[in-house]
């Protein structure tokens, strides 16, 4: 990507990102209510987007070659099980990045 | 009281307020930082992004989308999908962000999940002046996040071990915002259309294409089965918090 590229990547994100937090006071008034589909969306879709955006972080594992996926498996059980022993944002980001980093750097 | 011991007292009552979000944005803006460098990109990249896109999630995903080819479509359809919960964010605040004048574009600007957090279920003090506590509560919020981005893409420069692996943070944060919204839903079928809807892209599409079709997929198989799917919902709260 040339420097032009990468600032009109970076203005899209912007642009969407301040679409979505000035929309509302464009649009919708406190006086009226918002439309029900509209809120439905709104709690329907994060965890949906989530779970994309976890495919989207291992999209260039491979199953079936290289180390099969075993270091990402084993950091994401750790990151789920320290989350909910836990319940600290913070503890369980790290603590499975570190365990990501031991796994590639001095086993597989 | 002036304007200016009115904009003070308000610094004093949001800046506690603002402490958590000053360990966590330390932390994650440092960790940004070092894993844009990692990428090969100047301390430049992760202070300008932090200043200008200032949304946690995205700007990790955005690190990609600068790695992939260039795709300005898809790079502003996955930030609308990535973003959207803000919409409700602007709808809870609608009411208290009336009246505070010039200072009202940047709190729109600076609507995150954790100042909106802090915003929408703060109370604010008597004699407090509303606007200047949330505009005090959004600045220094980004502050934090902005100078952790930078200090980790100077640092990045520096770290005297190996950073292989370090891409994984991103995983790390997906999963637990994911668990986090798994918690706010009764049965987990937000999610699996997620999950399931993205591994069929994956493999249909391949890794460089599959984002848009999937987004299509979700939008189409939570429209189809809203009957099924909002029961399951909790749609009281506009759910603050975790996700960042």
Known sequence: ??????????????????LTRA????????????????RYLGA????????????????????????????????ICAVV???????????????????????VQLVF | MSKRQASLRALRAAFPHTIPILTGFGFLGITYGIF???????????????????????????????????????AFAVSLMIQARHLFYGIAMLDRYKNTGWKKPYLIFGLCDESFSINYTAKIPEGVDRGWFMFWVTLLNQTYWVIGSAVGG???????????????????????????????EKRPYTALIGLVASLICLVAFGADSFLIPAMLIIILALTAGRRFIEPSLDMGEPFGGESL
């Open chain 1, 1 to 18: 990507m040339t420097v032009t590229q990468q600032i009109i990547t970076v203005l899209m994100c912007v642009l969407a990102t301040v």
């Open chain 1, 23 to 38: 929309l509302p006071f464009l649009v919708f008034s406190s006086k009226k209510p918002t439309p029900k589909f509209v």
């Open chain 1, 44 to 75: 329907a879709l994060p965890a949906a987007i989530f779970a994309m955006l976890v495919v989207y972080c291992l999209k260039n594992v491979s199953i079936l070659s290289g180390s099969h996926g075993i270091p990402e498996a084993v950091a």
């Open chain 1, 81 to 103: 099980g320290v989350h909910l022993w836990k319940k600290n944002t913070l503890l369980s980001i790290l603590s499975g990045t570190v365990i990501y980093m031991l796994l």
């Open chain 2, 36 to 74: 844009m460098s990692a990428q090969g990109f100047s301390a430049l990249y992760p202070f300008l992004i932090s200043l200008t896109v200032f949304g946690g999630s995205l700007q990790f995903i955005a690190v990609n989308l600068l790695l992939d080819a260039f795709n300005p479509i898809q």
């Open chain 2, 154 to 184: 100077i640092a990045g420069n520096f770290i005297p071990f190996n950073t292989e692996g370090i891409d994984f943070v991103m995983t790390a944060m997906f999963v637990v915002i994911l668990i986090e919204q798994l918690k706010k």
